[in-house]
């Protein structure tokens, strides 16, 4: 027997490689068949070369400094999309600072599948110490809509179809899929690796409304002498902004939209009754939801904040969501394009009508909030150290003339007053904390939000807020993304005026020069402390296309305890109320 039959030659094992494959060229093969164009990651063990080739292949990746920051990246990109954002994280603790996004990402109904790595099976069900050896799956089910694990190479086409499925269809929300390190690595004949990768058919279809539940609703709004529309972020979401605006144009119903479906119709909409929410929800006889939750955001539909006799009709594709806190009259199940849709036809010219004295109690009130309003901003323009509205004026100012900009938004007070401050023309142009109100989502969704549309993005953040996700500018800047970062430097958490009941800073005192930061980085730092410094720089900055950060100076006895939340602090004996 010759050496030569022993040792295949190099032409023979070029022909063996080219017929076998392994699972990272199958994972990437599974997410291109289905269309994925961006990932959102931090590369390590076992998972650097499954990024290295995605991005060969032409999909493109985006490497962050922290898991969570990729995970809330993901979630955006699922928002603006309609289609799963994904995370790409390293197994153990990778994958747990990942988890906080999946879990978020779930809570506010955005399409997202993290793809872990993990340890082998055999050595982390024995508890053997393998490296970063934990059991993912089992941690990962209660935090999210689903969780899969893939065991071999040849269900990986599988598991990714099930996992983008599950993400988009019905209530969007967060999907994990653990690929261990050994499948990832296990090789397979290329063509049988093919035949088990597929693309999606009608990864979300439309479901219907039963006619007699429209017009149930239709006849409920039709009976009401005070009558309101109240439009949550799944309207926004849903992408079916003509129909939803042709519905409130037609039946002249005020409405209110909650902060991420702002700019469905413009907020100085004659309909509009955000300047007189309060009123609107304490007065209104027949209420519809529409992609909107009666949770805490809405005070749970509970008096004194709404009428204890309103009744309710909501539009959501959740069956369970119905009933959740108040009595649903009118449930409407379906997704809400459909269900718009649905009301437009079956409801007749003239059925729906606002009564002309409810549109002035409003009209009225609305006036009122803006006269006074209009006091608060004009004192704050010229008050000296800068205050929070002083800034965001600027900012507004700016904005009006760039309506294509997106907004990302996070902070206590940061959050408050710039949703009250800044209006919205556009849909889906207004990124904030969302449903559970958490901080750290700011880097994150700047950057899907610049990724995923090519616009340029201004992210307004409290200092605190901004701590958490901060050193993604490196990111913003290794990318090059059009990205100005605005941050309300008041040097505290809520505030920085705060007595230090020791010789160590006080609880809520930071201090911090962040136009340094980004300048660490390659990036253009400014430092404002007046409005007309931050309208000038912000006007620069955009209009240079590149990555940016103003440090806005802002008064440390400017802001209240946890913004406009306050009181769900606890009511104790002690302790700063």
């Given at each position: 027997?010759?050496?030569?039959?022993?040792?295949?030659?190099?032409?023979?094992?070029?022909?063996?490689?080219?017929?076998?494959?392994?699972?990272?060229?199958?994972?990437?093969?599974?997410?291109?068949?289905?269309?994925?164009?961006?990932?959102?990651?931090?590369?390590?063990?076992?998972?650097?070369?499954?990024?290295?080739?995605?991005?060969?292949?032409?999909?493109?990746?985006?490497?962050?400094?922290?898991?969570?920051?990729?995970?809330?990246?993901?979630?955006?990109?699922?928002?603006?999309?309609?289609?799963?954002?994904?995370?790409?994280?390293?197994?153990?603790?990778?994958?747990?600072?990942?988890?906080?996004?999946?879990?978020?990402?779930?809570?506010?109904?955005?399409?997202?599948?993290?793809?872990?790595?993990?340890?082998?099976?055999?050595?982390?069900?024995?508890?053997?110490?393998?490296?970063?050896?934990?059991?993912?799956?089992?941690?990962?089910?209660?935090?999210?809509?689903?969780?899969?694990?893939?065991?071999?190479?040849?269900?990986?086409?599988?598991?990714?179809?099930?996992?983008?499925?599950?993400?988009?269809?019905?209530?969007?929300?967060?999907?994990?899929?653990?690929?261990?390190?050994?499948?990832?690595?296990?090789?397979?004949?290329?063509?049988?690796?093919?035949?088990?990768?597929?693309?999606?058919?009608?990864?979300?279809?439309?479901?219907?409304?039963?006619?007699?539940?429209?017009?149930?609703?239709?006849?409920?709004?039709?009976?009401?002498?005070?009558?309101?529309?109240?439009?949550?972020?799944?309207?926004?979401?849903?992408?079916?902004?003509?129909?939803?605006?042709?519905?409130?144009?037609?039946?002249?119903?005020?409405?209110?939209?909650?902060?991420?479906?702002?700019?469905?119709?413009?907020?100085?909409?004659?309909?509009?009754?955000?300047?007189?929410?309060?009123?609107?929800?304490?007065?209104?006889?027949?209420?519809?939801?529409?992609?909107?939750?009666?949770?805490?955001?809405?005070?749970?539909?509970?008096?004194?904040?709404?009428?204890?006799?309103?009744?309710?009709?909501?539009?959501?594709?959740?069956?369970?969501?119905?009933?959740?806190?108040?009595?649903?009259?009118?449930?409407?199940?379906?997704?809400?394009?459909?269900?718009?849709?649905?009301?437009?036809?079956?409801?007749?010219?003239?059925?729906?009508?606002?009564?002309?004295?409810?549109?002035?109690?409003?009209?009225?009130?609305?006036?009122?909030n803006v006269a006074k309003m209009a006091k608060t901003l004009e004192a704050a323009k010229t008050a000296h150290p800068m205050k929070?509205?002083?800034?965001?004026?600027?900012?507004?100012?700016?904005?009006?003339?760039?309506?294509?900009?997106?907004?990302?938004?996070?902070?206590?007070?940061?959050?408050?007053?710039?949703?009250?401050?800044?209006?919205?023309?556009?849909?889906?142009?207004?990124?904030?904390?969302?449903?559970?109100?958490?901080?750290?989502?700011?880097?994150?969704?700047?950057?899907?939000?610049?990724?995923?549309?090519?616009?340029?993005?201004?992210?307004?953040?409290?200092?605190?807020?901004?701590?958490?996700?901060?050193?993604?500018?490196?990111?913003?800047?290794?990318?090059?993304?059009?990205?100005?970062?605005?941050?309300?430097?008041?040097?505290?958490?809520?505030?920085?005026?705060?007595?230090?009941?020791?010789?160590?800073?006080?609880?809520?005192?930071?201090?911090?020069?962040?136009?340094?930061?980004?300048?660490?980085?390659?990036?253009?730092?400014?430092?404002?402390?007046?409005?007309?410094?931050?309208?000038?720089?912000?006007?620069?900055?955009?209009?240079?296309?590149?990555?940016?950060?103003?440090?806005?100076?802002?008064?440390?006895?400017?802001?209240?305890?946890?913004?406009?939340?306050?009181?769900?602090?606890?009511?104790?004996?002690?302790?700063?109320?």
């Open positions: 027997m010759t050496d030569a039959s022993i040792h295949p030659t190099e032409a023979e094992d070029a022909d063996l490689s080219a017929d076998l494959t392994d699972g990272i060229h199958v994972v990437v093969d599974a997410l291109k068949a289905n269309n994925v164009e961006n990932i959102y990651g931090v590369v390590g063990i076992p998972i650097t070369d499954l990024a290295r080739l995605a991005q060969k292949s032409g999909i493109r990746y985006i490497g962050f400094r922290h898991e969570s920051d990729a995970g809330h990246a993901a979630a955006a990109a699922g928002f603006l999309t309609q289609r799963p954002g994904i995370c790409l994280t390293v197994s153990a603790p990778g994958f747990l600072n990942g988890l906080v996004a999946l879990a978020n990402a779930t809570t506010n109904c955005f399409p997202m599948v993290q793809i872990s790595g993990s340890s082998e099976r055999h050595l982390v069900d024995l508890q053997r110490g393998d490296y970063e050896e934990m059991d993912q799956l089992a941690a990962a089910r209660q935090f999210c809509k689903a969780a899969y694990r893939v065991s071999r190479a040849e269900d990986i086409g599988r598991g990714l179809a099930r996992a983008l499925r599950t993400a988009s269809s019905g209530r969007p929300g967060g999907v994990y899929l653990d690929i261990p390190a050994q499948v990832l690595g296990e090789v397979l004949d290329t063509q049988k690796a093919a035949d088990t990768v597929w693309q999606l058919v009608d990864p979300v279809t439309r479901q219907l409304p039963e006619p007699a539940a429209v017009d149930r609703a239709i006849d409920l709004l039709a009976s009401a002498e005070r009558p309101l529309v109240v439009l949550g972020k799944g309207a926004a979401y849903a992408q079916a902004d003509e129909t939803i605006r042709d519905f409130i144009e037609t039946t002249g119903v005020p409405y209110v939209p909650m902060s991420m479906a702002k700019g469905l119709l413009p907020d100085d909409h004659p309909q509009s009754a955000a300047t007189a929410r309060s009123l609107a929800l304490k007065r209104a006889d027949v209420v519809m939801l529409v992609g909107a939750r009666l949770n805490w955001l809405l005070g749970h539909g509970e008096a004194p904040q709404w009428s204890p006799d309103a009744k309710f009709i909501q539009v959501d594709i959740e069956a369970s969501e119905m009933d959740s806190n108040q009595p649903i009259a009118a449930p409407l199940v379906g997704d809400v394009g459909s269900v718009m849709d649905a009301l437009v036809e079956r409801s007749k010219p003239g059925q729906i009508t606002v009564a002309e004295a409810w549109r002035n109690e409003l009209g009225e009130k609305s006036q009122q929070f509205l002083g800034a965001l004026q600027s900012i507004r100012d700016v904005l009006a003339d760039n309506p294509e900009a997106y907004i990302v938004n996070e902070g206590a007070n940061a959050l408050d007053k710039a949703r009250n401050t800044i209006g919205m023309a556009v849909p889906r142009h207004r990124l904030d904390s969302g449903t559970w109100g958490v901080m750290g989502i700011g880097m994150g969704y700047a950057i899907a939000a610049a990724v995923e549309t090519g616009k340029p993005v201004i992210a307004i953040e409290g200092d605190s807020a901004f701590g958490f996700s901060g050193i993604e500018l490196e990111t913003i800047c290794r990318y090059n993304l059009p990205i100005v970062t605005v941050v309300l430097n008041n040097s505290g958490v809520y505030r920085g005026d705060d007595v230090s009941a020791s010789s160590d800073p006080a609880p809520t005192m930071l201090k911090a020069r962040h136009d340094l930061m980004i300048e660490a980085f390659g990036g253009k730092g400014y430092q404002a402390t007046t409005p007309e410094e931050v309208e000038s720089m912000l006007r620069e900055a955009l209009a240079s296309g590149k990555p940016a950060l103003i440090d806005a100076v802002i008064d440390p006895t400017d802001g209240t305890e946890s913004g406009n939340i306050a009181h769900l602090n606890p009511k104790g004996i002690s302790g700063k109320k």
